[in-house]
């Protein structure tokens, strides 16, 4: 089993940082995860969060999701910083994401940026450009950081194919 980390929320539901509460109870151990991670699996919670309007951002790996209050959800990819919408106006938008234990497809739709303090979309299918002003463009930059400052450079520059020869791309 896992160990609960001493500033972690103790499991017993107090409220309480574990190092305050059931600490010095060894019994007291956080579950192990089963299930490996999915982005299947985000991408539908992530959506749920849109369809009750509720904003919502988390991340796994290299992926932020994020949901807004008027019901539009995204899933990002940092290192490259590609895009693709998974709600709108509180829909499901239904996305195919081929994964398994060795890769993950997607086929994106947008590229995204934060300029001026502002979520900017750009569509790979016509290259238009848009602002989107009520999205929580601070948090996903600060999320974006976050995970790019985790993975080392080398590492970054081989996550993505090249699509015609099959092999990684060096970026």
Avoid at 143 to 170: F, N, Q, Y
Wanted: aromatic content about 6%; hydrophobic content about 35%; proline content about 5%.
């Amino acid at each position: 089993m896992a160990r609960i980390g001493r500033n972690d929320l103790c499991p017993c539901g107090s409220g309480k940082k574990f190092k305050k509460c059931c600490a010095g109870n060894p019994a007291v151990q956080k579950p192990v995860q089963t299930e490996p991670p999915s982005v299947n699996r985000e991408v539908k919670k992530i959506q749920a969060s849109a369809v009750a309007q509720q904003a919502a951002m988390f991340s796994l790996g290299v992926f932020v999701l994020f949901a807004t209050k008027e019901g539009d959800a995204w899933l990002l990819e940092v290192t490259d910083m590609d895009a693709i919408q998974v709600a709108e106006a509180g829909k499901v938008i239904e996305v195919e994401i081929k994964e398994n234990p060795e890769t993950i497809e997607i086929n994106w739709t947008h590229k995204f940026t934060v300029k001026n303090k502002k979520f900017v979309l750009t569509s790979y299918k016509d290259q238009s450009e848009q602002t989107k002003e009520s999205y929580p463009a601070h948090s996903i930059l600060a999320a974006v950081k976050k995970i790019r400052k985790r993975i080392p450079k080398e590492l970054l520059s081989s996550l993505h194919l090249d699509e015609e020869s099959g092999e990684t791309a060096a970026q």
